[in-house]
């Protein structure tokens, strides 16, 4: 029997860590899929498709009958998907880009298991101040939002650009909980299913 409550289709220890707040135990099976997108094709769909096809290409790979969850987040900024930096160059672009604006940040997950495929989207709004040069240099030179989409990170010190945030942290980060726990609710697996799990995920934190 495994001792995890469902394989994360995903390398991302983001994921894993968040997951792991709400005491349930992943086991990552990163996939390999084309991102690219599709001809026509709106950030909205594009994170819904993304999302959903590692949970399908997750569920065909495993070796372990548990239920298969594949995320997937994108930042938009006026309609365009804005991914990671390139450079420091592109990331101090990014960082220009965003400073004073409010940005968009869609947060796709999706579960396939005993219940079948169920999926749910969350989109969040995030504000910056206005940036200076100095900081945002500095900020970058740092490297925390090297590989994070828009060159920041809300979980570090990228935090003290957002002004206000509107939606889920959670999603933000990589994974929104609150409609993640629900969906493996109905696929049998919750986090207040094994209380002294849950226990001593919340006291070891």
Avoid: N
């Avoid at 399908?56 to 987040?73: F, I, N, S, Y």
């Avoid at 930042?75 to 998907?81: D, I, K, Q, V």
């Avoid at 040069?133 to 970058?140: G, L, Q, R, T």
């Amino acid at each position: 029997m495994s001792s995890f409550d469902l394989i994360l289709a995903s390398a991302s220890p983001r994921r894993l860590e968040l997951l792991a707040g709400i005491g349930i135990s992943a086991r990552a099976l990163p996939v390999d899929l084309d991102e690219s997108a599709l001809a026509g094709e709106s950030p909205l769909e594009q994170v819904q498709r993304l999302a959903r096809h590692k949970a399908q290409a997750g569920w065909h790979c495993r070796d372990a009958a548990l239920p298969v969850l594949g995320g997937d987040t994108a930042l938009s900024l006026e309609g365009e998907l804005i991914g990671k930096p390139r450079d420091t160059d592109h990331a101090l672009a990014l960082l220009r880009r965003l400073s004073g604006r409010a940005h968009q940040v869609i947060s796709a997950v999706a579960v396939i298991g005993p219940a079948g495929l169920e999926e749910a989207l969350v989109v969040s709004e995030v504000r910056f101040r206005p940036l200076g040069e100095e900081e945002i240099a500095a900020y970058v030179a740092s490297g925390e939002g090297a590989d994070k989409a828009g060159g920041y990170a809300l979980q570090g010190l990228g935090a003290i650009f957002v002004e206000r945030i509107e939606g889920s942290w959670s999603a933000i980060v990589g994974l929104p909980l609150c409609e993640t726990a629900q969906l493996l609710a109905r696929q049998g697996v919750a986090p207040w299913r094994d209380g002294e799990r849950l226990r001593k995920s919340v006291f070891s934190s």
